[in-house]
């Protein structure tokens, strides 16, 4: 784990060396055109990898490389639609047949969550990814970090009506959404073929993403635009930032099967540190992607006692998810999950997106969810204490994208929200509340 550690740090290292030589990739030609050594030629990586990006350049995925081109991969080892393409940003050499990349933005948001249990605030996201990679005809070796500056925030993070899950000094987080945390992802990737279109990969590190769940939502260009994380992320993609990761996988051009071990903990309430690294959870997943416009997998996991707020509660989680990009401007996620905290109820929720890229200026999303939450009211002297209520939220909004200059774009847009509740839930957060949010992103790469 320690060697995982190091691998990871030594990517940050790379890119800050002097000297490199920088090309903004906006055409889908590699700059990379003098490739040393036995690394297949950029010509031929962008013809197996790259498709138009106009219309999908805020979505932060990685390229398959040439050992396994049938999809596109997303957070952690996660796949996508083929068609969802390779990730922007800034290309660059590194000298000995090594490539660089980076990308990045932060969005400034401000949400106006109404109700006796809403609240209002300006807020910064962000996200900062760089990369390099090596390939031979046969193997690849990618080094991954992606940090995140969101630690800056208060531990309460931001408004977010019926999401809930991890805590803040102490108290558990409810309507709110927590921040990231500093370092989101340092580990390391080896693929090598084993056959004829076949592939065999490890992947891991100190912080990373096991194969649970679909590609965090971040990742999928069907909320690309999206300014508000899922209020069911911890139905979904809780894991996307785990200390201490290890997963084995096999891949073909239409499929993948793949298994970790990991920490099942989520992140405690320090987001600047790298928590102990423990491998005391598993989990398997199966992905198949049938054209180059879908991409569809199953999950199960078993964490080890993974809330704070549910000490001594193990969580056994299911996930199936179907992923659609037309490549030319429009994208979808439908996904379904079960956790079922043992000893404890099984709580299940659905969220259903899309991103749909009118031109490559103006752009329309939209989001809905459903969810079993038992988590509303922390007090064990209340009334509706552990009491699970199914909950809806509907978002739909408009971006609004413009260049500046060569290497970075300018997104402005707005959202608004409506949520369904129960009648018993009335009292605590009036008969109708609703969600307006409204941001401004400037993303590098894009």
Known sequence: MKTLFLAGCALAF?????????????????????????TPPPSDLAARERTDRSAHTDHSAHAMGPLAPGAAEGSGTAR????????????????GGWIGMAHGYVTAVHTDQSGPRGDDKLYAQSMAMLMAERRTAATRLQLRAMLSAEPLM???????????GETAGGEPLVDR???????????????????????????????????????AFMHR????????????????????????????????????????AFRGQEPDENRWDIETPRLDSWSVRATLNPSANWAMQVSHGRLKEP???????????????????????????????AKNRRPGATLTAWLAEANWDITPAHALFARYENAANDELFHDHDHPLHDRAFRVAKLQAGYAHSLPLGSDLTLTLGASGAL??????????????PYGLSAFARIMLGG
């Open 14 to 38: 790379a890119l800050a060396v002097p000297g490199i030589a920088v090309a903004q990739d906006h055409s889908g030609h590699d700059p990379t055109h003098d490739h040393a050594g036995d």
């Open 419 to 432: 949520f369904g509740t129960p009648s018993a839930l009335d009292p605590f957060y009036g008969r109708r």
């Open 154 to 164: 208060s531990d309460r993070g931001y408004p977010n009506l019926f999401a809930t």
């Open 307 to 337: 809330e704070a707020l549910h000490p001594g509660e193990d969580e056994a989680r299911t996930t199936a998810s179907l992923h659609y990009n037309s490549g030319s401007g429009l994208s979808g996620t439908f996904a379904f999950s």
């Open 221 to 260: 260009a069907s909320s690309r635009h999206n300014p508000e994380a899922p209020i069911t992320h911890h139905w979904f993609d809780s894991t996307h930032i785990t200390y201490g990761v290890v997963t084995a996988g096999l891949a073909g051009r239409a499929w993948q099967i793949e298994a970790s």
């Open 177 to 215: 959404q927590h921040p990231h945390d500093l370092f989101m992802e340092l580990a390391v990737r080896f693929d090598a073929q084993v056959g004829e279109g076949t592939t065999a990969f490890l992947y891991g590190g100190p912080v990373g993403e096991p194969a649970l769940g679909p590609a």
């Open 80 to 95: 996508l639609p083929q068609a969802e393409g390779m990730m922007p940003g800034v290309h660059f050499r590194l000298g």
